[in-house]
């Protein structure tokens, strides 16, 4: 049974900086590409970033481009999104999902398997 289990999520101030990591299990890693999604109180969920399996394509939700920086490591079944200079409205709950290897995709329908999440506070 394929399962994500996120961590590193927490409580920052603006313009700090936090690393999530994202551990799979149950499924062959790099036979998916892997994305982050966050969903803010009261708002839909939505793209952050996305990977391809093999890592070699990126892409990034423009809130967020020259911000976070999205990587995997295949050998680990892991998936991390680096996100400095943390803003309020960065604050949500951040998942992430597993999808088809490639191309890149950034829409919530096109992930089969997802995180519990982590929760993100941003204080300004």
């Known amino acids: 049974q394929a399962q994500l289990v996120e961590s590193g999520g927490g409580l920052v101030q603006a313009g700090g900086s936090l690393r999530l990591s994202c551990v799979a299990s149950?499924?062959?890693?790099?036979?998916?590409?892997m994305g982050w999604f966050r969903q803010a109180p009261g708002k839909e969920r939505e793209f952050v970033s996305a990977?391809?399996?093999?890592?070699?394509?990126?892409s990034y939700a423009d809130s967020v481009k020259g911000r976070f920086t999205i990587s995997r490591d295949n050998a680990k079944d892991t998936v991390y999104l680096q996100m400095n200079s943390l803003k309020p409205e960065d604050t949500a709950v951040y998942s992430c999902?597993?999808?088809?290897?490639?191309?890149?995709?950034?829409?919530?329908?096109?992930?089969?398997?997802w995180g519990q999440g982590t929760q993100v506070t941003v204080s300004s």
């Open positions: 999902a597993g999808g088809p290897p490639n191309p890149i995709r950034t829409a919530v329908a096109e992930y089969k398997y």
């Open positions: 149950g499924l062959r890693f790099g036979w998916y590409g």
């Open positions: 990977i391809t399996g093999g890592g070699g394509s990126t």
